[in-house]
């Protein structure tokens, strides 16, 4: 649950700060007009990613597959990091850039449909992976609970930004969810190894390493590195805390 949460909350913010900072800036421009191109691009993003999202449940069913989805995962997980350290404290404007060129021209309302799209498909695809990785391990009761808190405290974090802008400190929360996901994808990167090892397809003694690897992919070491992925991102927020208050 801890892990979909973590996941949902940063890859909801991100989707829900793009529309919202999308939406507001059409209004502000005097684009009002422009604004169902927004909607009608989320609800087919939504759609594309449901869609991949089922497509892979259906087929990530063997070993081999299972291996592959948590590379493809891990690597994901590690780009939506590093895309948001850098351009989270940019992204209003960088938003604001993209739009002006697109809302303009008789091909206006298509432009920003498919800038939408893009932007949140992007985010869509991450989380479809991300989630069926994680259900490989996890129960569909908890799954569905981090998902809905997660989605939720994203809701929730992305209006207090929009409503209240410099109290809510972005770049913090991206620094420290930016360490639990690249715990996150280590771990992803271990469970893949272990499923290779089972699928028998490396060049090495798989049976060995399928046994040797069992207690950290999915056993009682993997529930230790779970706890370890909480309690990193909490101590650097503590730390940050205790060097701001040294500074003042």
Known sequence: MGQMLVVTLREGLEAFLIVAIAAAYLRKSGRA?????????????????????GWLLE??????WEGVLALVAGVLVVSMAIYMQR???????????KLEAAAV?????????LFTVLMITREGVEMAFVTVAISKNEGSGDLLAGALAGT????????????LGHKVDLALFFQATSIY???????????????FTEAEVL????????????????????RFYSALMILLPLAWIASAGARRKRVT
């Open 33 to 53: 007009a422009l604004l169902p191109a927004v909607w009608w691009g989320v609800a087919v993003s939504a759609a594309l990613s449901l869609a991949i999202g």
């Open 59 to 64: 087929y990530a069913v063997q070993p081999v």
């Open 87 to 97: 351009a989270g404290r940019y992204l209003k404007a960088d938003i604001g850039a």
């Open 105 to 113: 021209g008789a091909g206006a309302w298509f432009a920003v449909f």
């Open 152 to 163: 939720l405290l994203a809701a929730a974090l992305a209006w207090a930004w929009l409503r």
């Open 181 to 195: 996901l690249v715990l996150f994808a280590l771990q992803l990167a271990l469970y893949a190894f272990h499923e």
């Open 203 to 222: 060049p090495i003694d798989n049976s060995y390493w399928h046994v040797a690897t069992e207690d950290y992919a999915e056993g009682r070491y993997a």
